[in-house]
């Protein structure tokens, strides 16, 4: 209870300390950032190792937020606690060297601040009530990461994240409403009582669009590739590593808790995982920013995660081993997305550049940033012997089992293949970045980079940087640690088992050799004879050719231009671009048309201009009556005064005017004696009626139309005396 | 006491009015003054409670009679919260604007007024009492004397009192069968058949809806925005708005009564009017550039979700509309709020003007932006809890309006993001139009209000258990 509660006061304590601290010293601020993430970090460690001991702890805030909020810290909730609290930590002390050039910097840690409040508060909520209060506070908050920059790439971004957020936010709700009503409750405990209610997937999948949204699944992951190259790094860091898994996490509850078991939405969730992933790594491969490329590669992960809670709804109560591979992974991402992106963020506070072309050779004499970057590699691409490795066989081992149950050829064999293929692209977009950044120099300014060396990042960013990667090889070299964070997380996902996998066997080794080769392939053949031309002798990367928004155009783009190889139509590149223009813009048409209709929503300007158009003459009808009636019955006479000059009016104003210059007067005799009053009444008065004539006038005249109306009433009521009674 | 509380305020205005006062400073205190004494006096009556009593008798039915109960109290104590606090916001306000003396008296008159129409026993009074407050705030709409607010006035008057004629058609009706005084659960009106039954109900509901900005006669409210902005925040974003929904409500819950009403014809086409409501507004403010504007039609929108739960003809539904009456009111007055306060220190009044604010005015603006949230309806937020217990309440219902309630709140919700955050993002992240402006916030006086209010709405939107209790039970 109280470790809960701590937990989430010290950020919210912090947050308000740290704002407030800004106004008089900026370094008082973020001694104050990271003392709390200390604090957090300290906390999370100790709610970890009582998870580890086996100990629930739950806290109950009733009546907060209307319906109170429920919390619980086990072992899967203890565990994420620690990665993000450990993330935070290490973002926030490579913090200070990364924004010391920055603006905005308080802004940016308000916000960040309450990110980490609502991320945590998320990570241990116990209702889908409480999850919801955080997720939204969260998708806000994150908002200031990705608009940090200001520029018009960054609002552009965070525009589209801003409506899928509110968007997924929206039809979440919806979800919720209805899983309300049906259940009574929104308690996790309640979710796995409803499980095999067959009236439930509606809301079930309804819930699923805003979680499926954060995590950044196919096809709500627009906002995903736009908005993690314009963050800073620290924010794309978390964003890629923390915030997609919250997503993940409602995932989780509601595939597991509520959908075990049901074919069709393990199917659905199967499709758009294998879409995702696929999508994601060949974004990746023909992406040339380094961030975009981390980027695509997380939504590829998140493509991975989500087949194996797929796997995992589809084998039910026997699906420990993918559940196992989910949890694994997930942990591994989180790890190896910090080591990248904080790798990404040295590069670009010394360069203020991400293409590779201008980034190329950078790497080079840099130890630290190499090792980060080969052990992010390998991590990612399923090396054996490095924490990637373990998730990605469980998943595998996972669809293998469900093609083994079914025993014959079926569609889950293809499914396998598709999943060895893209961990292969992982391989070869890895590759194309290491090589890149390791391997080649600059054509211009390698002497500059080399210049660097050793003092490209200092003693605190190093710490932070040491001390993400090193757990890439300690995870991988000893499984049992994963197993460990797969095994306590049982409790949470519900799937109890013992996996018993020999990770380093023939047949898991052999995936992972495919994949490798596969990756290899990709870089040989896609990435070196496409990606990478040799312009007028020098080494040049291939981003002279601006890449398309979408890989599919690229890849259909490609399949065109190999046609036209094959015919032998042309020799130059650009020729055969030109040649095909119609099949070109088709294809770019058809793709794009998603996209757009996310960037120019139908609903901000079509339907209100629609909708608009049809309520102002519907609503101008009242309006209409009364002109109606000006032009017909109340027309006036050009000549006719509703009031003329010198009626009673002014008649009123004189008599009375006189009374009160006499009452003046009198009152001048006597109390007024030292101040008198030296005022007209009687010139006064008519002057202002004068004044007040005209709109007097007019008022008086909009009470006639409204008589008129209320007549209309009255003769109603006459209508239904003499009628009806 | 409840005479002493009526008459302070009224009485006080016309002071405040038409004596000469040595400088616009201890006018201005003096109104202040006033409006705490009246605040504190309607804290007492609301404690105290008032016996029922007939002032005056015309017919055995049409009476004027003063009474309170849950709902009073309610509303009671939301205006005598805010509007000592409003009163304070047009101190600094008024200075830029002229005829300090005849706005604060008009402002105290209304208040008197509202406080009348409040303890109202029966529809009879309540209708005079409807009709007494269009009128006394009439001289606040068309105080800058412009074409555009003259254009309002007009606009208000024949709205008001000419569509609310269908209300007294109403009154005239039920009088002459039964009482009209207000008891919990109506009185059903068995001589009357189901047929006049419901039609009655239908013009009613749309008569006492005008001051509600039902849609059809809703074009008023965004006109009335012209008005100087403390009437605006004050009057077209709680009070007068709330008297609105605060007379569908008696009109549905202790005129008619439910349980004749549930179900029939007549309700659907109410909860139909109320949802082209909700949707007309949030497209019209999407549509609309003037930042006054903008959130008067937001009003309308709001207004509409507050219709739809009094329409659902259940406790919760009628609770959950009183909840989001307190919590819209909060939200609205605040913007209406930073909007002024940014029209007064820059004069800029267009959504595109905005730009690049929030760094200048941040005071403004954090307000603004915590506002804008709640107005759309994000968790901890007071918006959040009474959206949330509406369309718990339609879902609960049942029928059709269990899917198309939900939707058309879903729908503006959208909507609503739509148009808050295209004034409050570029506010914070996007360089201001004219780097030169040297922008500030504005003086204590317009700033504590805004402060205070946000802070109440945060605290209604963090514990809204105990204000829907309190609107339950009394």
């Known amino acids: ?725 | 006491m409840f005479i002493v509380t009526v008459l302070c305020p009224i009485l006080g205005g016309l002071f405040v009015g038409l004596c000469r006062m040595r400088s616009s400073r201890m006018r201005g205190g003096l109104a202040v003054a006033l409006m705490l004494l009246t605040s504190f006096l309607v804290s007492m009556l609301v404690r105290r409670g008032l016996p029922d009593c007939v002032v005056l008798s015309y017919a055995e039915h049409f009476t004027l009679a003063f009474g309170m109960d849950h709902r009073s109290q309610a509303f009671l104590i939301l205006m005598a919260v805010l509007w000592p606090l409003s009163m304070l916001y047009a101190l600094e306000y008024m200075h830029h604007e002229a005829r300090e003396a005849t706005f604060f008296m008009w402002y105290l008159i209304a208040y008197g007024v509202m406080i009348l129409f409040c303890c109202a026993q029966n529809l009879f009074t309540l209708y005079v009492l409807y009709e007494c407050v269009t009128l006394s705030t009439l001289p606040l709409v068309w105080h800058t004397k412009d074409p555009l607010s003259i254009a309002a006035a007009r606009s208000y008057v024949r709205y008001s009192i000419g569509c609310a004629a269908f209300g007294f058609v109403t009154v005239v009706i039920l009088g002459t069968h039964d009482s009209l005084a207000f008891v919990p659960g109506g009185h059903m009106y068995a001589s009357l058949s189901d047929r006049v039954l419901q039609s009655t109900f239908v013009l009613a509901f749309l008569g006492f809806g005008v001051k509600a900005a039902i849609f059809p006669f809703s074009r008023w409210l965004p006109k009335a925005s012209a008005a100087p902005t403390p009437v605006t925040a004050l009057l077209h974003a709680v009070a007068v708005v709330n008297a609105g929904v605060f007379s569908v409500q008696r009109v549905i819950y202790d005129v008619f009564g439910t349980d004749r009403l549930r179900g029939g014809w007549g309700q659907n086409i109410a909860l139909t009017f109320a949802a082209l409501t909700i949707v007309f507004g949030a497209v019209m403010a999407v549509r609309e550039h003037h930042v006054k504007r903008r959130l008067a039609y937001s009003t309308v929108s709001n207004l509409g979700y507050m219709l739809l739960g009094a329409a659902l003809m259940t406790v919760h539904g009628d609770a959950a509309a009183s909840l989001h009456m307190v919590a819209h009111s909060l939200t609205k007055i605040v913007l209406f709020f930073c909007a002024g306060a940014v029209l007064v220190q820059t004069g800029r009044t267009h959504v595109a003007d905005m730009r690049g604010l929030g760094r200048r005015m941040p005071w403004t603006f954090v307000t603004f932006f915590l506002c804008a949230l709640s107005l759309m309806g994000i968790p901890p937020l007071a918006g959040f809890s009474s959206k949330y217990a509406l369309i718990l309440a339609a879902i609960e219902s049942g029928g059709a309006w269990a899917v198309l309630g939900p939707a058309a709140l879903l729908l503006s919700a959208i909507l609503t993001a739509v148009y808050t955050m295209t004034v409050a993002v570029p506010a914070w992240f996007v360089a201001p139009v004219d780097p030169v402006d040297a922008a500030q916030d504005p003086s204590w006086k317009m700033v504590l209000p805004m402060t205070v209010i946000t802070g109440l709405m945060v605290a209604a939107g963090l514990c809204p258990d105990v204000l829907m209790n309190a609107l339950i039970a009394g």
């Not at chain 1, 809960?4 to 950032?33: F, H, M, Q």
């Not at chain 1, 991988?476 to 990770?503: D, H, K, M």
């Not at chain 1, 496409?530 to 490609?558: C, N, P």
């Not at chain 1, 009374?659 to 030296?678: C, K, Q, S, V």
Request: net charge neutral; charged share 15%; proline share 3%.
């Open chain 1, 1 to 725: 209870m109280h470790v809960i509660l701590w937990i989430l006061g010290i950020p919210l304590c912090g947050l308000v300390l740290s704002t407030a601290l800004s106004a008089k010293r900026e370094k008082w601020r973020d001694s104050t950032y990271l003392a709390e993430l200390l604090c957090v970090f300290a906390l999370a460690v100790c709610g970890f190792v009582q998870a580890l001991q086996g100990h629930t702890v739950y806290a109950d805030i009733p009546g907060l937020c209307g319906m109170g909020l429920h919390f619980c810290l086990d072992g899967f909730r203890a565990l994420y606690v620690l990665i993000a609290s450990f993330m935070w930590l290490m973002t926030g002390l490579m913090s200070p060297e990364y924004f010391a050039h920055y603006r905005n910097r308080t802004r940016y840690y308000l916000f960040n601040q309450i990110t980490l409040m609502a991320t945590l508060g998320l990570f241990l909520s116990d209702d889908l009530y409480t999850t919801f209060v955080f997720f939204e506070i969260m998708s806000l908050a994150s908002y200031p990461w990705v608009a940090h920059d200001e520029t018009e790439s960054a609002m552009s971004a965070a525009r589209t994240y801003l409506i899928i957020a509110v968007f997924g936010g929206m039809v979440t709700l919806m979800g919720l409403f209805m899983t309300w009503n049906r259940l009574g409750s929104l308690a996790f405990t309640a979710l796995q009582e409803a499980q095999g209610r067959t009236d439930m997937t509606v809301p079930a999948a309804l819930i699923m669009v805003g979680f499926a949204a954060k995590a950044g699944l196919f096809p709500l992951y627009v906002w995903l590739p736009q908005a993690h190259p314009v963050a800073p790094a620290p924010s794309s860091a978390l964003l890629s590593g923390v915030l997609t898994k919250t997503g993940v996490f409602g995932m989780l509850v509601i595939s597991l808790r509520l959908m075990l078991h049901v074919k069709a939405f393990g199917n659905v969730l199967l499709a758009l995982g294998l879409i995702t992933m696929l999508l994601g790594a060949l974004l990746a491969l023909f992406s040339s920013n380094l961030k975009r490329v981390l980027a695509c590669s997380s939504m590829s992960q998140i493509g991975y995660i989500t087949v194996g809670i797929a796997m995992s709804v589809l084998l039910g109560h026997e699906g420990h081993v993918p559940v196992s591979g989910v949890v694994m992974h997930m942990v591994n991402h989180s790890l190896l997305k910090l080591t990248l992106f904080m790798g990404a963020g040295v590069i670009y506070m010394n360069l203020h550049k991400l293409e590779l072309n201008d980034i190329r050779g950078f790497g080079r004499g840099k130890p630290l940033l190499h090792a980060a970057f080969l052990l992010g590699s390998l991590g990612l691409a399923g090396v054996p012997g490095f924490n990637g490795y373990l998730g990605k066989t469980l998943i595998h081992e996972g669809i293998l089992e469900y093609a083994h149950e079914l025993s014959a050829f079926s569609i889950y064999n293809v499914c396998e293949w598709i999943f060895l293929f893209a961990a292969g692209i992982t391989t070869g977009y890895m590759l194309k970045i290491y090589i890149a950044l390791f391997w080649q120099t600059h054509p211009k300014r390698q002497a500059e980079f080399d210049a660097k060396n050793g003092k490209y990042m200092n003693l605190q960013t190093s710490i932070a940087l040491v001390s993400a990667m090193a757990w890439i090889p300690v995870l991988g070299l000893f499984p049992g640690l994963l197993e460990t964070c797969a095994r306590i997380s049982q409790g949470f996902t519900g799937i109890a088992g013992v996996s018993g996998i020999a990770y380093f066997s023939l047949s898991n080794l052999k995936g992972g050799a495919i994949s490798l080769l596969i990756g290899t392939l990709t870089y040989l053949v896609v990435v070196r004879r496409y990606l990478y031309t040799k312009d007028r002798g020098y080494i040049a990367w291939s981003i002279a050719i601006r890449w398309q928004e979408w890989a599919v155009v690229h890849l259909a783009e490609r399949v065109i231009d190999g046609m036209c190889t094959v015919f032998g139509y042309a020799v130059e590149h650009d020729n055969i671009l030109d040649a095909v223009p119609a099949a070109k813009s088709a294809v770019r048409l058809g793709c794009t048309a998603f996209d757009e209709a996310i960037e120019n929503p139908v609903l901000m300007k079509a339907v209100p201009a629609a909708a608009g158009g049809a309520f102002t003459s519907l609503s101008g009808l009242m309006d209409g009556i009364v002109l109606f009636l000006k032009r017909g019955l109340f027309r006036r006479n050009s000549e006719h005064r509703l009031y003329p000059k010198h009626t009673v009016y002014y008649v009123f104003a004189f008599v009375a005017g006189h009374i009160m210059d006499a009452f003046a007067f009198l009152l001048n005799l006597t109390i007024y004696r030292h101040h008198p009053i030296d005022v007209d009444f009687t010139y006064v008065l008519s002057a202002r009626l004068s004044d007040n004539d005209t709109e007097l006038g007019r008022v008086t005249r909009s009470v006639s139309f409204a008589l008129f109306l209320f007549a209309l009433g009255m003769l109603l009521v006459l209508l239904y005396v003499l009628v009806i009674s």
